[in-house]
T-cell receptor, first 112, second 117 residues
Framework: SQTIHQWPATLVQPVGSPLSLECTVE??????LYWYRQAAGRGLQLLFY??????ISSEVPQNLSASRPQDRQFILSSKKLLLSDSGFYLC???????????FGSGTQLSVL | AQKVTQAQTEISVVEKEDVTLDCVYE???????LFWYKQPPSGELVFLIR??????QNEISGRYSWNFQKSTSSFNFTITASQVVDSAVYFC??????????????FGGGTRLMVKP
């Protein structure tokens, strides 16, 4: 069966520091991968999605970036975090675009 | 552009009551998918159901049931005999099955359901 791993679960970072969140999927090949952000008490916002290695589409302009160095690995990065980057970050995968997503357990990021 | 509205931000019920979570959507496409997700306090979103726009049959799964009505662009979710474990934030989502790659899942703002013992 397929599983998705996301880490770390919580992260506290100072403003201006770099960020690297990692997500890996097991049990499937060539998944579509996604990064979502959920601000406190609000809905989900799609940040990036990827249909294959090295292919990244950005939905929202920001100081975050994403990379997919391997088929089942998706990384969310930032060179310098802002206060507004605080939130709950969720990685997800799907078999087909626009069909159901399966989510990781999320990373709670606090930028202080 | 697609849009999902969950007008109820918070609902509080007592255990064993029935509760309906509303979802209204907007889309210009005739082919689309609708989804419901549950987000318990642990944070992980759990997929509950996907409905194709061509299938208007209502669905029942245990205490959960879904009422899809294209005429009113609604996809409501009912929990029968609610339990404390049903307490969570519930999200409705929409995706257009065709079109440009930017039409990924669009989520509503979520409804926080609190079931009190």
């Amino acid at each position: 069966s397929q599983t998705i791993h996301q880490w770390p679960a919580t992260l506290v970072q100072p403003v201006g520091s770099p960020l690297s969140l990692e997500c890996t999927v097991e049990g499937t090949s060539n998944p579509n991968l996604y990064w979502y952000r959920q601000a406190a008490g609000r809905g989900l916002q799609l940040l990036f999605y990827s249909v294959g290695i090295g292919q990244i589409s950005s939905e929202v302009p920001q100081n975050l970036s994403a990379s997919r160095p391997q088929d089942r690995q998706f990384i969310l990065s930032s060179k310098k975090l802002l206060l507004s980057d605080s939130g709950f970050y969720l990685c997800a995968w799907s078999v087909f675009l626009r069909e159901e997503l399966f989510f990781g357990s999320g990373t709670q990021l606090s930028v202080l | 552009a697609q849009k999902v509205t969950q007008a109820q931000t918070e609902i509080s019920v007592v255990e064993k009551e029935d509760v309906t979570l509303d979802c209204v959507y907007e889309t210009r496409d005739t082919t689309y998918y609708l989804f419901w997700y549950k987000q318990p306090p642990s944070g992980e979103l759990v997929f509950l159901i996907r409905r194709n726009s061509f299938d208007e049959q209502n669905e029942i799964s245990g205490r959960y049931s879904w009422n899809f009505q294209k005429s009113t662009s609604s996809f409501n979710f009912t929990i029968t005999a609610s339990q404390v474990v049903d307490s969570a934030v519930y999200f409705c989502a929409l995706s257009e099955a065709v079109g440009n790659a930017g039409n990924m899942l669009t989520f509503g703002g979520g409804t926080r359901l609190m079931v009190k013992p």
